[in-house]
């Protein structure tokens, strides 16, 4: 299981930078309830949004996608989980 949400963190990407959202920090840990059959991932973009009042509507719209990205991913590597974005 860590396997597989390693491999999901590399491939989301950041599409300003291309880099992993691994390598970015986005994802602060990932929880797994094995009795609801959950999956929990805790993120944290507040603290990566521009400080910049003209760049956070471009930045919501960035993170907006890496978020889906990241459910749509986590979804497809555990189809017998429902994944939360925490």
């Known amino acids: 299981m860590q396997q597989k949400i390693e491999d999901v963190l590399q491939r989301v990407k950041d599409p300003e930078s291309?880099?992993?959202?691994?390598?970015?920090?986005?994802?602060?840990?990932?929880?797994y309830n094995a009795e609801?059959?959950?999956?929990?991932v805790f993120a944290d973009?507040?603290?990566?949004?521009?400080?910049?009042?003209?760049?956070?509507?471009?930045a919501s719209v960035v993170i907006s996608g890496i978020r889906r990205r990241l459910v749509e991913e986590f979804e497809a590597e555990?189809?017998?989980?429902k994944v939360e974005l925490v």
């Not at 291309?18 to 929880?31: K, S």
């Not at 973009?45 to 471009?58: D, K």
């Open 18 to 31: 291309g880099l992993p959202i691994a390598r970015l920090g986005v994802v602060e840990r990932v929880r």
């Open 36 to 40: 609801k059959q959950e999956l929990y």
């Open 45 to 58: 973009f507040l603290s990566h949004q521009p400080s910049c009042m003209a760049c956070v509507g471009i």
């Open 78 to 81: 555990f189809p017998e989980l």
